[in-house]
């Protein structure tokens, strides 16, 4: 008898599950279709029922964690210094980038820093551009309305965002291989305050 279609999704939902929790864990390179099945406690033939490469699954864990994250939901959010400041101390999951019960989209990509297979590069250089020019419109678009204290060119407030995304990127790449949590922390901090200093705002934004 043919299994149903939420029968099917539902196992679809599994294999990301499992996928994810490896990916994070160990990275790419170091994760098997079998691991991946076995924790998902279905058969390795299914797993092509559902995608047609690792690669496919990389990218559909990905998308699923960027969907359910906090910073889908603040890009949603209005145009405001508030929810700018709180879009870039939380982006990539800052204030959490060590809790793997809590995955944000930096900790699958996070591994694959420097991979060298084009497809893993490929989906890294499109997070990475799509959220530059992001925080490049709205830093123009902020300045224009007064609400940060500089009103520049395309040129400049696109250098304020890769000096932002390169403070997000490396505070969470050091954090998550240093043991003490005290040190974590304080690598988490100073690249928030860096990051509002880069803004031109002297306050951290209120945790929501």
């Known amino acids: 008898m043919p299994y149903s279609k939420t029968h099917k999704e539902r196992s679809k939902a599994r294999?990301?599950?499992?996928?994810?929790?490896?990916?994070?864990?160990?990275?790419?390179?170091?994760?098997?279709?079998?691991?991946?099945?076995q924790l998902a406690k279905l058969t390795h033939g299914a797993f092509y029922a559902?995608?047609?490469?690792?690669?496919?699954?990389?990218?559909?864990?990905?998308?699923?964690?960027?969907?359910s994250s906090r910073v889908a939901r603040l890009v949603k959010g209005p145009l405001s210094v508030k929810h700018l400041t709180a879009l870039v101390t939380h982006y990539w999951n800052l204030r959490e980038a060590v809790q793997r019960n809590r995955p944000g989209p930096e900790t699958i990509l996070f591994n694959e820093l420097g991979t060298d297979n084009p497809e893993i590069r490929k989906l890294f250089e499109s997070s990475y551009e799509n959220i530059r020019r992001m925080l490049e419109k709205r830093i123009i678009a902020l300045g224009k309305l007064k609400q940060i204290p500089f009103n520049e060119g395309r040129e400049a407030a696109g250098e304020k965002s890769r000096a932002i995304l390169a403070s997000l990127v490396g505070a969470v790449a050091i954090a998550k291989s240093i043991p003490q949590e005290e040190e974590r922390q304080r690598i988490l901090e100073a690249a928030q305050k860096q990051i509002l200093l880069t803004l031109g705002v002297t306050e951290m934004p209120t945790s929501r």
């Open 15 to 37: 294999i990301i599950q499992s996928a994810t929790e490896l990916f994070c864990r160990y990275g790419f390179d170091k994760v098997t279709i079998g691991q991946i099945m």
């Open 50 to 67: 559902h995608f047609e490469s690792k690669e496919a699954l990389y990218s559909a864990s990905f998308l699923d964690i960027l969907r």
